[in-house]
């Protein structure tokens, strides 16, 4: 890792259940040049002078690295670094086996359990996981050699069918409803939504009471919905999230209206913050024709009242307004939502000091 002199960015590591099991950055271990050996499970050795050992829980995972950047001015520093950080093999390794490949000729309705079965036996959840597991033996999750749902009987067939349908449901009505998260004027406070690695704690994560989720089931159902509305976010000590769905009269938003969002003050962040657009159902982002698909402290010629406030207005249609076009944040025409990040957030958004405003209806 090259040295960040002093700038904003994280490296997030994630294990094949989506946990985040350590972080490499600002936050976590300085802007200082590093280097890290990064180790599979069971792995045994020596840890080469001057390096830190990041032990990965299952054999695949992922690094996602995020970078602040203050606009195109900036751009060639954060590629700079980018350029400079490097991941190199150690020593002789035999060539990585890549991933299982699930059976393709199983019917297209039951796919989904067949990547379950395949995926699950080939990176196994941590031990106090297995116990879930093994209550999906019946479904044929636990077999080994050829896939149970090649030819799997009709009843089976028919209740993993409605089983995988009424579960996407359940999750979408739990996301919209804040899955059990404090609602603050329409937004869903979700700061612990990724508390759900409770068994590994690597360098730049906090094992600690408040960022665990004591109740299992609760964990994995969170974890469940991060994966189909929030893949990969981080702790909320890294950066607090909150999607929103409804406006300050509690109707779902739409593009088929116009809605102020009003900051004063904007949120208490020490790296940065920003508000994505998002469609629904798919979660994706929003193609517009200033290709402005995210708002936030380092949108460049925001205009702030005389009193410090910022007025963000929503819409599908560009707004006439000089000053609402420069804080425009384009929406679908239909439904969307929004997601607020802060980045290293201060202590005022977890204690209720700092309250997110809420969307008003203007048209």
Not at 90 to 101: K, N, R, T
Not at 115 to 143: I, M, N, T, W
Request: with cysteine; aromatic share 12%; charged share 20%.
């Amino acid at each position: 890792m090259p040295d960040a002199g002093g700038a904003y960015y994280v490296l997030q590591f994630v294990d094949a259940w989506t946990d985040n099991f350590a972080y490499v950055g600002k936050r976590a271990t300085g802007t200082a040049a590093g280097r890290f050996l990064l180790t599979g499970p069971g792995w045994s050795g020596e840890v080469p002078d001057g390096a830190t050992q990041i032990a990965f829980p299952t054999a695949v995972g992922t690094v996602i690295g995020r970078w602040a950047c203050d606009g195109e001015a900036d751009l060639e520093r954060v590629k700079r670094l980018q350029s400079a950080l490097t991941l190199e093999p150690v020593g002789d390794q035999e060539p990585a086996e890549g991933l299982p490949i699930p059976d393709p000729n199983v019917p297209e309705e039951l796919q989904f359990w067949e990547k379950l079965r395949v995926y699950s036996q080939a990176y196994p959840p941590s031990a106090q996981d297995l116990v879930a597991q093994q209550a999906f033996a019946p479904l044929g999750l636990l077999e080994t050699g050829p896939s149970p749902y090649l030819e799997a009987p009709p009843d089976l067939a028919s209740v993993l069918t409605a089983g995988a349908e009424a579960g996407r449901q359940s999750l979408t009505t739990a996301l919209k409803s804040g899955a059990g998260s404090e609602v603050v004027n329409g937004w869903q406070l979700m700061y612990h939504a990724f508390d759900y690695n409770d068994d590994y704690f690597e360098i730049g994560t906090l094992d600690s009471p408040e960022w665990r989720i004591e109740d299992r089931s609760k964990a994995l159902g969170l974890r469940a919905g991060a994966a189909m509305a929030g893949l990969w976010g981080n702790h909320g000590y890294e950066a607090a999230y909150a999607p929103i769905y409804h406006d300050s009269e509690g109707n779902e938003l739409s593009g088929e209206h116009t809605y102020t969002l009003t900051f004063a003050p904007t949120p208490p962040v020490d790296a940065f913050w920003s508000i994505t657009m998002y469609d629904l159902p798919e979660f994706y982002l929003v193609d517009n024709p200033i290709d402005r698909y995210s708002i936030g402290d380092r949108t460049p010629g925001l205009v702030f009242a005389d009193d410090g406030s910022l007025t963000i207005t929503l819409s599908a249609v560009a707004p006439t307004d000089p000053v609402a076009r420069a804080n425009w944040l384009p929406t679908p025409a239909v439904g969307f939502r929004p997601m607020l990040r802060m980045y290293s957030p201060k202590p005022e958004v977890f204690d209720g000091t700092f309250e997110i405003p809420p969307f008003v209806r203007t048209r």
